[in-house]
């Protein structure tokens, strides 16, 4: 029976998001990624040359699910952080494997660095660009405040027993995502 590779590769990535989520690089086993995905462990090693590639390809393409499912709108800053907010809710895999990114590589440089770097310079020109319209507030520098609605964006994803031991553990999610949109239009407003 013919093997299906891309089926192969799609359970291999499920499984390696949910490893490198949980333990990151460095914990990840590759025996766990085989055994989860029902892929044998050489096949990990002949499509994608060991863990780390591994690791960068399944955070590349979380990138680029989100890139897609949430673009940018620098005249639309408040909807813009409402629906980035929503997709860090909906897959808070892609917040862990960025912090194991951080965790594990500190300061060193990262794979696909260049082209990541990119596509945050198209969010500061998007940004820039909500300014010149005069809809957004030219108080911070577009790169500033890109960085500053990123944050507000995914902050309460990234620490939850921070945002349950502040808000309660009952908060209503509704009432935090309405306090971010409001912050976000006071923030942005010119």
């Known amino acids: ?18 490893e490198f989520a949980a333990h990151g690089i460095a914990g990840a086993r590759v025996d766990r990624i085989a055994r989860e995905a029902s892929a044998n462990k050489q096949l990990i090693y002949a499509y994608f ?3 780390e590639a591994l690791f960068a390809a399944v955070l590349e393409r979380a990138l680029a699910d989100l890139a897609a499912s949430v673009p940018i709108d620098g005249t639309d800053l408040p909807g813009y952080v409402d629906r980035l907010h929503a997709y860090h809710d909906r897959h ?19 794979a696909a660095e260049a082209e990541r770097t990119e596509h945050y310079r198209d969010k500061v020109a998007s940004v820039r660009e909500g300014q010149e319209q005069g809809k957004v507030t030219k108080e911070f520098a577009p790169e500033v405040l890109t960085f500053l609605l990123l944050q507000f964006a995914k902050w309460p994803s990234v620490v939850p ?30």
């Open 92 to 110: 808070p895999e892609l917040l862990r494997l960025l912090l194991w990114e951080a965790l594990e590589r500190g300061e060193e440089p990262i």
């Open 49 to 51: 040359g060991g863990k």
């Open 1 to 18: 029976m013919p093997r299906d590779s891309e089926a192969t590769k799609a359970r291999i990535f499920a499984a390696a998001t949910t």
């Open 161 to 190: 027993q921070i945002r349950r031991m502040l808000l309660g553990p009952d908060a209503d999610p509704a009432e935090l995502a309405s306090a971010l949109h409001t912050a976000v239009e006071r923030l942005t407003r010119p």
